[in-house]
């Protein structure tokens, strides 16, 4: 059974920075598209980035220039670097992993507040 699992949500102040991770199995990570999306509490999920096979990158455009996505193919793990987190940034942030099939994960909490 596919599993994506994500870590390195916290509670962080504005103006802050966290890390990422989701790391996946049971899929020939290397093929797949890997994203970054996020909910927050009464709005629909969002797209936040994503990062190709090939490692081309796509952000939404609130957080152009201060996240980066990047992806380690030998350990099957992509990572969201997150840095001048404000308050809008505060969501539950979800892996994604879409081939042929589409996966998700469970979910980690970011909270950005003083």
């Known amino acids: 059974q596919v599993q994506l699992v994500e870590s390195g949500g916290d509670l962080v102040q504005p103006g802050g920075s966290l890390r990422l991770s989701c790391a996946a199995s049971?899929?020939?990570?290397?093929?797949?598209?890997m994203g970054w999306y996020r909910q927050a509490p009464g709005k629909q999920r969002e797209l936040v980035a994503t990062i190709t096979s090939g490692g081309s990158t796509n952000y939404a455009d609130s957080v152009k220039g201060r996240f980066r996505v990047s992806r380690d193919n030998a350990k099957n793990t992509v990572y969201l670097q997150m840095n001048s987190l404000k308050p809008e940034d505060t969501a539950v942030y979800y892996c994604?992993?879409?081939?042929?099939?589409?996966?998700w994960g469970q979910g980690t909490q970011v909270t950005v507040s003083s």
């Open positions: 994604n992993a879409n081939f042929r099939s589409n996966y």
């Open positions: 049971r899929i020939i990570f290397s093929r797949y598209t």
